[in-house]
């Protein structure tokens, strides 16, 4: 233990002036009070965790949760076929999916985001096909609506759940799968019992990366929800810097850490439990 | 039990498996015997159903199977790095066959425990694959398979990937079990100490042909071509008027008297290996060595550099072709 600490004091020097001091950070300031020019104000006070149960606020972080999960969801079901379908192609294929999948990094993330406002504004691309087409005569709001918010969150996050799942299924040995057949298991009841099981590292870990993502992201809201779909992170953020009230934004904060590490509980609870299950045969 | 007609296999235009019938016989143990690259994983991945046959039937018990996909073939492969499943205990590893074959739940309890106490892994149904030995490993392999009592156990290089004396313990340890289950066992190695000691039947092959099928006594009393007379055992190949025969190392004689014997030489080494003792021996008119083999109560002093004659007896040569 003792030679241990000196080997991982560079490690724990790094997690301590960039996480640790900055939690205390922000969790100290969060029972702290604030003046009438938005300065912070030393002493002990509940008040900012109070205002948190302000209807208002209730609602905004049950939306939050909402969004992140179904965007969570929705990318899963999305990105495992994907991911799928490029780690069972041929070495040259592969590359090339990688390739498309990363691609969106490469340009400005605020440009990606304001070129779905193009496509969906009502003199917008969609718009005006659906119209060309004559599906519809009257242009669609699409834009400043939650589902552009979580189509914007989906497209944005979709890589950080297809690349660990692919890195998950690359790794898995193929052979499991041909036990599994002779042992008379169909190619379904295989990747159910075999696939998934095996990759289950690569789902919790992009899941993990896109609900904790869409919750810390106020950009896509601002952009593609306008001033209807707050969420948790926009109002965060308005509290450090348009509101100047330090305290509210960090009990803020400090209530959607806890609320995310819960829900990953929660969720590798879930994901460990299924395979247990096997034993009984379903 | 299981015919294989005219089967022949090609990837990609190069032939692995050279047009192939074979009927092996219900409760036989069966080997497919040859070098790496020969085709022998080949046919047996084909019995398995994981290869398609390029032209030829697989047939087990007169049913067509050669175009069923392998999980709806009744018979088991015993893979050579086993394949266990890492998430799943020794226990419902076992049980995963009985489980995708929705066996009522007592039944599978039933055969599990039977399976594990017949490999001796009782002790050991709740650890995960990863804290076992290779060893313990290869039984848990054996036991999900016979877990599913198939007609037929298809048995891939399964002691590979063991240490020498461990091999050896499994062997015997095998071939009990097969005795023991009577079902059929179609084994598949590179190792001719192995097939001998466990086949009730060989199939050598060599560059995806068949180079002869025998029992293990027929195949090195009569080998029949040049490959198996020299893969399996030792051998002394001869060339004499235009004919090709092979003489066991045991059946050659040594002597002082080197005018009237068939062959003379010059002895390059003695080799003393306990209960048997060896000659290496230079003929004088070939470019090539012999080894003769003496037991026991041989106890004349040979020595490095000595002339002999060397003999055999006519009834010993075994014709292997041109």
């Known amino acids: ?282 | 039990m299981i015919e294989l007609a005219e089967v022949e296999k090609s990837f990609g235009g190069q032939v692995v498996v050279h047009p192939l019938s074979l009927t092996i016989r219900e409760g036989e143990f069966l080997t497919l015997l040859g070098p790496s690259g020969c085709g022998k994983t080949t046919i047996l991945r084909m019995i398995a159903g994981f290869e398609q046959p390029t032209s030829g039937k697989i047939m087990l018990d007169g049913k067509d199977l050669t175009h069923l996909p392998p999980n709806r073939r009744d018979l088991n492969l015993v893979f050579q790095h086993y394949a266990l499943f890492p998430h799943m205990t020794v226990e419902d590893n076992i049980a995963f066959g009985l489980k995708m074959k929705k066996f009522p739940l007592k039944e599978q309890r039933q055969r599990v425990e039977e399976a594990v106490a017949m490999t001796q892994l009782t002790p050991l149904v709740k650890r995960y694959p990863h804290q076992l030995s290779g060893g313990q490993q290869q039984r848990v392999a054996i036991a999900r398979a016979i877990a599913n009592k198939p007609k037929v156990l298809l048995l891939d290089e399964p002691l590979g990937a063991l240490d020498l004396q461990l091999r050896k313990n499994l062997q015997s340890e095998l071939k009990q079990l097969q005795r023991s289950l009577g079902i059929t066992f179609v084994y598949v190695t590179h190792d001719q100490e192995e097939a001998m000691m466990l086949s009730d039947r060989i199939v050598i092959m060599n560059n995806g042909q068949v180079e002869q099928i025998g029992t293990p006594r027929e195949i090195y009393a009569t080998p029949s071509t040049l490959f198996s007379a020299t893969f399996v055992g030792e051998n002394n190949i001869f060339s004499s008027e235009g004919r090709l025969f092979a003489v066991r190392p045991e059946k050659l004689r040594a002597s002082r008297q080197v005018d009237d014997s068939k062959r003379s030489g010059e002895i390059m080494d003695v080799l003393y290996l306990g209960s048997i003792h060896k000659l290496i021996v230079q003929l004088d008119n070939e470019p090539m060595t012999v080894s003769i083999v003496f037991d026991l109560t041989d106890d004349r002093p040979w020595s490095i550099g000595d002339k002999v004659g060397v003999d055999w007896n006519a009834e010993d040569e075994v014709n292997i072709g041109p």
């Open chain 1, 1 to 282: 233990m003792r030679k241990l600490s000196l080997s991982v004091l560079p490690v724990m020097l790094w997690l301590g002036v960039f996480l640790v001091i900055p939690m205390l950070i922000v969790v100290g300031m969060s029972f702290m009070g604030r003046d009438q020019v938005g300065g912070v104000v030393a002493g002990f006070s509940l008040e900012a965790y109070a205002r948190f149960f302000d209807p208002l606020y209730l609602g905004i972080y049950w939306d939050t949760i909402v969004l992140s999960v179904l965007t969570t969801v929705i990318c899963l079901v999305l990105s495992y076929p994907l991911a799928y379908y490029i780690a069972n192609s041929g070495p040259k294929r592969q590359t090339w999916g990688l390739i498309l999948v990363t691609i969106p990094f490469w340009i400005n993330f605020l440009i990606r985001t304001y070129a779905w406002v193009l496509l969906l504004r009502t003199q917008g691309v969609v718009n005006n096909l659906l119209i060309d087409i004559g599906l519809i005569h009257e242009p669609l709001q699409l834009l400043y609506t939650r589902g552009a918010v979580l189509l914007g969150m989906v497209y944005t996050f979709i890589p950080f759940m297809v690349l660990p799942i692919y890195v998950a299924l690359e790794q898995m040995d193929k052979k499991l799968l041909e036990a599994a057949s002779d042992l008379g298991a169909s190619p379904w009841k295989a990747f159910w019992h075999i696939t998934v099981p095996q990759t289950r590292s690569g789902i919790m870990t992009g899941s993990v990366l896109v609900y904790v993502s869409t919750t810390g992201m106020f950009v896509v809201t601002d952009i593609l929800g306008g001033a209807k779909s707050a969420m948790i992170s926009n109002v965060i953020q308005a509290q450090f810097s348009g509101a100047r009230d330090w305290p509210f934004g960090s009990a803020l904060s400090i209530i959607f850490v806890i609320t995310s590490l819960i829900m990953i509980a929660l969720f590798n609870k879930a994901m460990t439990s299924r395979h247990l299950k096997v034993k009984e045969g379903r």
